[in-house]
């Protein structure tokens, strides 16, 4: 079965839209932190027994993996 996106919410755009620069900044970097925060998680109960530091380097591994798998389509 094939995914297919959600249909666009127009409305949601049309509020989007009226955002000031530094509001829509501020989204785009509250939906990163939220992704960066789920990648963090995961990890974190698969290598327990990581340091904070070593973690933060798995989340980075991760997200360049990512990115690469991404830039193939």
């Known amino acids: 079965m094939?995914?297919?996106?959600?249909?666009?919410d127009i409305?949601?755009?049309?509020l989007s839209a009226r955002l000031s620069l530094v509001r829509r900044w501020?989204?785009?970097l509250d939906?990163?932190?939220?992704a960066v925060?789920?990648?963090?998680?995961?990890l974190r109960r698969r290598y327990p027994h990581l340091s904070a530091g070593e973690l933060n380097l798995?989340?980075?591994?991760e997200i360049e993996r990512v990115q690469r798998l991404s830039s193939r389509f």
């Open 26 to 28: 501020q989204r785009l």
């Open 31 to 34: 939906a990163r932190e939220l």
């Open 58 to 61: 798995k989340v980075l591994e």
């Open 2 to 8: 094939t995914y297919h996106f959600d249909p666009i």
């Open 37 to 42: 925060g789920l990648i963090r998680g995961c």
């Open 11 to 14: 409305e949601h755009l049309k």
